[in-house]
């Protein structure tokens, strides 16, 4: 499974932006897609994963409420649309996919892209 994710950017505090994330491949069983970031000297976070078959999705409590990811149809795309960005917001965003149990849990991801810079001024 490859990955190619497209988005990021620079935004003002307040501002939208919204990544995207394309899987390629073979798609399996319990296949899950997310987003996690990384600021400089911070480890990788989850942001928020969605599963293919139920649907069911799960965000970061810091995110809640302003960051929603959907799934483009039947594609293998994910989106996660990022309202009322924050400074703090600010990091690599890394898209990631895998056969998922629990969407939070980082290592259970087996793919990952590259990763999108995401940089929010105040």
């Known amino acids: 499974v490859q990955l190619e994710e497209s988005g990021g950017g620079l935004v003002q505090a307040g501002g939208s932006l919204r990544l995207s994330c394309t899987a390629s491949g073979r798609i399996f069983g319990n296949f899950a897609m997310g987003w996690f970031r990384q600021s400089a000297g911070r480890e990788r976070e989850f942001v928020a994963a969605?599963?293919?078959?139920?649907?069911?999705?799960a965000h970061a409590d810091s995110v809640q409420g302003r960051f929603t990811i959907s799934r483009d149809g039947d594609k293998n795309t994910v989106n996660l649309q990022m309202n009322d960005l924050k400074p703090e917001d600010t990091a690599v965003y890394y898209c990631?996919?895998?056969?998922?149990?629990?969407?939070?849990?980082?290592?259970?991801?087996?793919?990952w892209g590259r990763g999108t810079q995401v940089t929010v001024s105040s």
């Open positions: 969605i599963k293919f078959g139920s649907g069911g999705a």
């Open positions: 990631a996919a895998g056969s998922i149990k629990f969407l939070r849990v980082k290592n259970q991801y087996d793919y």
